[in-house]
Nanobody
């Protein structure tokens, strides 16, 4: 599985960005697709994930501001980020994993190369 993210950049606080991730290779519509982020000196953390039937999970810190969506016909997952804050600054990674009992907080599945999001105050 290959994942290519795009859409990162520099934005002022309160602004918006939309990240995209296109998956190729052995992709199944049953895969869970999600976004994680890693700030400098911090561990990678879950931002949002979406299961094949549309069930979503969000980190408390982004609930109400970020929206995850996916287009299974294009093997693409999106992350719409609104009301961005400086603390959202991080490298954002796309993740695809088969459905399993492995918690979303555990490193599992395939990862993209990451895209930098920087929010200035």
């Amino acid at each position: 599985v290959q994942l290519v993210e795009s859409g990162g950049g520099l934005v002022r606080a309160g602004g918006s960005l939309r990240l995209s991730c296109v998956a190729s290779g052995s992709i199944s519509s049953t895969n869970v697709m999600g976004w994680y982020r890693q700030a400098p000196g911090m561990q990678r953390e879950l931002v949002a994930a979406m299961a094949s039937r549309g069930t979503t999970t969000y980190a408390d810190s982004v609930e109400g501001r970020f929206t995850i969506s996916r287009d299974n016909t294009k093997n693409t997952v999106y992350l719409q980020m609104n009301s961005l804050k400086p603390e959202d600054t991080a490298v954002y990674y796309c993740n695809v994993r088969p459905p399993s009992s492995v918690p979303l907080t555990i490193d599992f599945g395939s990862w993209g190369q990451g895209t930098q999001v920087t929010v200035s105050s």
